[in-house]
């Protein structure tokens, strides 16, 4: 198949190119147009976006998301591969429902799907899952997320059977006896509604644990979600001991406050919780800095439901990956700019995998996305391709809005 995008900026570039993409390969570029031929509307040509942390439900949780529509979102965001985690409903601990998972969602023609293995089996926390099997079945990673490892003795014999598999695994860092049962950030905030508050030192605590495993093991570990000044702080401090660990941050932990549940809306509930102004800055000053390695949605689709229950009873979790870049280069495009931004959801996402990182040359992959940088679209959730059709961004006017995924030279969405 072959396929030409004419009237593109590549990224960097004010000159309109075009791109002609055959066999699932980048051809060349500024060459006679071959095959289906596409108009990019002068948008940006961009590696497209990884993403290291999405919630597909899928088994178990369809009413929530399935394969299919939570793909169907990551492309519409953007997005040419996804790393879906493993709570669902049976816990992706069994090599089959690897093979399963991977082979569903090839061929439907979206973004590509890499599932994450549990690391322990049931993610009970308490016996490590067969990893060299579930690696050998396709699994990208290893991680009981959606829980915290309690069991520090089962985590450091993770790290080390993982590390002589040469894969990395990824963690929810919170202890959770300091969590408790915290429904928000506790502060000032959390004191004067009246909510059991969740600690910043819940993560902090588990971070600086976590550090001190890899010392020993020398294995690599991911640290999800970041959500406080402290935690970025240990992090920075391992790396300087050289120690091998990488984290992330989601842009609800940066553009959005404990502020927000002022209103009892369970739609800003999240785990870890939004948290403080100054923390949400000091993450963003560790994107710019390099001490954050790369950003996730952490897109966690719930039912409207389970989330119009009150703050105590509803569950946690945000679902946005089809407005992600929009909201990270309308909010923080200025700061971050566009290079800095893209290299966060792109490259950044690959070298912490150990992945060779997204090109633009002849005779790389075709994952590609085109950007609409300056159109300014409103938000409508009833338009998302995602079951979760509700966002904290309903309304507002964002830029940055993808035109068009290309995965492996296919055409995975196009805006219409």
Not at 81 to 92: A, E, R, Y
Not at 127 to 139: N, Q, R
């Amino acid at each position: 198949m072959t396929l030409t995008i004419q009237n593109i900026k590549r990224v960097g570039s004010d000159t309109t190119e075009s791109v002609t993409i055959e066999n699932g390969k980048i051809k060349g570029w500024n060459i006679e147009p071959e095959g289906e031929t596409i108009d990019g509307k002068g948008g940006t040509l961009a590696p497209a976006l990884i993403e290291l942390h999405a919630h597909l439900r899928e088994p178990g949780q369809t009413e929530k998301e399935d394969l299919h529509s939570g793909l169907a979102a990551a492309a519409a965001g953007g997005y040419g591969t996804v790393v879906c985690m493993p709570n669902t409903s049976p816990v992706i601990d069994d090599p089959a429902l690897v093979r399963s998972l991977i082979e569903k969602a090839g061929a439907l023609g979206l973004a590509r799907l890499k599932p994450a293995a549990a690391l322990t089996k049931g993610q009970k926390g308490e016996a490590l899952a067969e990893l060299s099997y579930l690696k050998g079945a396709g699994a990208a990673m290893f991680t009981d997320d959606g829980r915290t490892n309690e069991n520090a003795r089962v985590l450091r014999l993770g790290l080390e059977y993982a590390g002589s598999l040469g894969m990395v695994i990824s963690v929810h860092a919170e202890d959770a006896t300091l969590r408790a049962d915290g429904v928000m950030n506790e502060g000032p905030v959390s004191e004067a509604l009246g909510l059991p508050g969740n600690p910043a030192a819940a993560e902090a605590a588990r971070v600086a644990r976590d550090m001190e495993l890899v010392a020993q093991t020398g294995a690599r570990l991911h640290v999800q979600h970041l959500s406080t000044a402290r935690a970025l702080d240990i992090v920075r401090e391992a790396k300087k001991r050289g120690l091998p660990v990488t984290c992330e941050v989601c842009p609800h932990h940066l553009d959005l406050t404990d502020e927000a549940l002022r209103g009892f809306d369970a739609i800003y509930k999240v785990a870890p919780p939004l948290r403080t102004q100054a923390d949400a800055d000091y993450l963003l000053e560790g994107l710019l800095d390099g001490s954050v390695d790369c950003i996730a949605t952490d897109h966690a689709p719930h039912t409207k439901a389970e989330k119009e229950r009150d703050l105590l009873e509803a569950p946690s979790g945000i679902a946005y990956i089809e407005i992600a870049f929009p909201v990270m280069w309308t909010k923080f495009g200025d700061k971050l700019g566009l290079e800095k931004l893209l290299d966060l959801m792109t490259a950044a996402p690959a070298r912490v995998m150990g992945w060779p990182e997204p090109s633009l040359e002849a005779g790389a992959p075709a994952d590609l996305v085109v950007l609409d940088l300056y159109t300014e679209r409103e938000v409508n959730p009833a338009e998302f391709k995602s079951k979760a059709k509700f966002t904290p961004w309903q309304g507002q006017t964002l830029r940055g809005w993808p035109l068009l995924t290309v995965v492996d030279g296919k055409v995975a969405y196009r805006r219409e």
